[in-house]
């Protein structure tokens, strides 16, 4: 089952507000399992509208600025915690936690 503690959270927001301090982020635990991180204003186009990035396919996203910043992101994520994947039977393999990025 995924799970991530609030004392990792708290690490990752301190690394990721002391790399981007030009930025406004909320970055808070979802559901015990879930690294939520919301952009909130910054230094680079972040467009008008709403968007939920997949951590998975961030090559996807067109405006460079955004995806380079979101990969950033992601790295400093996984660099604090380590993505493991656990076999759960049927339902095949499972993350120790997720990530949500959204701006």
């Known amino acids: 089952m995924a799970y991530i503690d609030t004392q990792k959270v708290k690490e990752i927001r301190n690394k990721i507000k002391k790399q981007f301090p030009e930025f406004k982020f909320s970055i808070v635990r979802e559901h015990y399992s879930t690294v939520k991180i919301s952009i909130i204003e910054g230094s680079v186009d972040l467009g008008e509208t709403y968007q939920q ?51």
């Open 53 to 103: 990035l997949n951590p998975y396919y961030l090559e996807r996203i067109e405006n460079q600025a955004l995806r380079e910043l979101a990969q950033e992101i992601l790295k400093i994520v996984r660099e604090t915690v380590e993505v493991k994947y656990h076999e759960t039977g049927d339902y095949g393999s499972q993350p120790n936690y997720y990530t949500y990025i959204q701006v």
